[in-house]
């Protein structure tokens, strides 16, 4: 899981999840595509420009914790494994793999075709290195944890890599996705000195040509891509930090792909002048939004208090005020339609009522002359950290605002340019409240954000969340191959957050992806519409670039 800024965003979460994927069977609609897909012939050549708020920070993706930095990645390395279009893993750079019956060890056989993209061969070799660079504790990186559990991990031959498990770990095949880094350029290196955070060398489908800071990160067509070269000759990252502007510059021929906000889909987008144009998407996200309390400070240190915050906040207002009702209520970590989803789960609903009763077993009985709570002389007030160029976050922290104000409590917003939101805010726990989303990845695993060994400057538990029974559980929950007892985990897991509230899980968004008309091949699936890149072309008549 990651957080991001778009309403993709999020800390990786991890990160692991660099595909379009969705919550549950894609239930996806489109505007009709006004070309013939049938009649055209896929070609080479033209461009395809994304337009995302968020630069990324950088392009060593082992020690990135933002989606901009892993959706850039992700078209240039590869895993040895990956999700297909219906979410089933399957080999990447791994050809095949073989686990044994216990479960406790695998087996990937290389492509022996794959070469990084200055020429030299991938071999069992740069596996080892990113197994070993991973678990160094001298490597900043929030990833560890999956790769702590491995036993051994031996070459056989350089195009066989065997890994044994210390017990049953049912995240092992998936964590295998990480973007295997090339030896030859990094073994014997300080990784955080590095010149491939800004200049990348991979094996994936799109080669790094140049990053213009605050401007596009340009990549061009692997022609020599094990998979087959991208039809599409350059994918380029077009940095707008504002939705509106992305907007304007997608009418006006300037990128060719964008995620919409539902204001922009439900109004914006339904004359024929657009639609001719344009075909847009809808299908259920796996991103959460939420407020997340910084335990640290003196004010959330109480549970009563959170769950109050959580009581004076009208869900259900967000989801028809911000999303359109283009979405659905967070209830927990697990959005809803996945199998570790606890529908029981005892959430804390709209009560205004209840949360001024909450806030005076805390202590927060009187007001001041501005109808603002006061406790020893002093007021209720935080501010909502949240990050730049992201509207509906903005929209959704004004009304959690104005919702906050009528049970007393002064609430001030401020938005922060990503990059620095991230550096300077959330990494060094400097917040009071945050408002992020997470994209989450199929596996139900969450060690890496609610573990309480996580919770270290550039990890992901950066809240400060510590509850022994979450952390036995998040550890059952892994170390099992069980289905049955992982739900039970995870169940418990969901009913312990929905007391402690340390989020106030706020929405589940759809996805609202719109790509230019030009554009074919693009296969809406239960992994949403960017699991066949590779394959989308324009036709050579159609090419502008």
């Known amino acids: 899981m990651k957080p991001s800024p778009g309403v993709q965003c999020l800390l990786m979460a991890l990160l692991l999840?660099?595909?379009?994927?969705?919550?549950?069977?894609?239930e996806t609609s489109s505007t009709t595509p006004i070309h013939n897909e049938s009649s055209a012939v896929p070609a080479t050549g033209d461009s395809l420009v994304e337009g995302t708020i968020g630069e990324a920070s950088t392009l060593i993706p082992l020690l990135a914790t933002d989606s901009s930095s892993h959706a850039v990645a992700g078209q240039i390395y590869n895993g040895l494994v990956k999700y297909d279009k219906n979410l089933n893993i399957v080999g990447d750079l791994a050809e095949s793999f073989d686990i044994s019956p216990d479960g406790l060890v695998i087996t990937f056989h290389l492509h022996r075709s794959v070469k990084w993209h200055d020429g030299a061969p991938l071999t069992s070799k740069?596996?080892?290195?990113?197994?070993?660079?991973?678990?160094?504790p001298k490597t900043p990186t929030a990833y560890a944890e999956d790769f702590k559990q491995v036993k051994t991990i031996t070459a056989p031959d350089s195009y066989t890599i065997r890994v044994t498990y210390k017990s049953p770990f049912a995240p092992a095949l998936a964590s295998w996705g990480v973007n295997i880094l090339p030896a030859h350029l990094l073994e014997g290196k300080d990784i955080t000195k590095s010149p491939l955070a800004r200049?990348?060398?991979?094996?994936?489908?799109?080669?790094?040509?140049?990053?213009?800071?605050g401007q596009k990160i340009v990549l061009e067509a692997n022609k020599d891509y094990f998979e087959g070269r991208p039809y599409i000759d350059r994918f380029i990252y077009r940095i707008i930090p504002d939705s509106s502007t992305m907007y304007m510059e997608l009418k006006a021929g300037g990128i060719d792909l964008m995620n919409l906000t539902p204001v922009q889909y439900a109004r914006q987008t339904a004359a024929k002048s657009f639609t001719s144009r344009f075909n847009k998407y809808r299908y259920p996200s796996s991103n959460y939004l939420y407020m997340g309390y910084n335990l640290r400070h003196p004010l959330f240190g109480d549970k009563r208090i959170r769950q109050a915050m959580t009581a004076a906040i009208n869900k259900d207002e967000l989801i028809q005020g911000v999303l359109f009702g283009m979405g659905q209520k967070a209830h927990g970590p697990i959005v809803p339609g996945r199998w570790a989803y606890n529908p029981a789960v005892k959430d804390i609903g709209y009560n205004p009522k209840h949360a001024i009763e909450l806030l005076a077993q805390a202590g927060w009985k009187e007001k001041n002359s501005d109808g603002i709570l006061v406790k020893n002389g002093t007021p209720f007030k935080f501010t909502i950290l949240t990050n730049?160029?992201?509207?509906?976050?903005?929209?959704?922290?004004?009304?959690?605002?104005?919702?906050?104000?009528?049970?007393?409590?002064?609430?001030?917003?401020?938005?922060?340019?990503?990059?620095?939101?991230?550096k300077e805010f959330i990494n060094k726990g400097n917040f009071e409240v945050v408002m992020l989303a997470w994209s989450i990845s199929q596996d139900p695993d969450m060690y890496d954000i609610w573990h309480s060994s996580k919770n270290k400057p550039g990890e992901l538990n950066f809240i400060g969340f510590n509850n022994p029974e979450v952390d036995r559980l998040l550890i059952e929950g892994r170390n099992t191959f069980d289905i049955e007892k992982r739900k039970k985990a995870y169940f418990r897991i969901q009913d312990i957050l929905a007391e402690e509230q340390p989020y106030t899980f706020l929405y589940v968004p759809d996805a609202l992806p719109v790509v230019s008309a030009r554009i074919r091949g693009v296969e809406p699936a239960p992994a949403g519409i960017g699991h066949n890149q590779n394959r989308w072309y324009v036709p050579k008549n159609e090419q502008v670039y």
């Open 17 to 26: 999840c660099i595909f379009f994927v969705a919550c549950k069977s894609s």
């Open 126 to 136: 740069d596996v080892l290195y990113t197994y070993q660079v991973t678990i160094d």
């Open 199 to 213: 200049n990348p060398v991979g094996t994936g489908p799109y080669r790094f040509v140049e990053w213009v800071s």
């Open 388 to 422: 730049q160029g992201n509207q509906q976050r903005l929209m959704t922290a004004q009304i959690v605002q104005q919702r906050l104000r009528q049970v007393g409590i002064d609430v001030k917003i401020r938005v922060v340019e990503w990059a620095a939101f991230l």
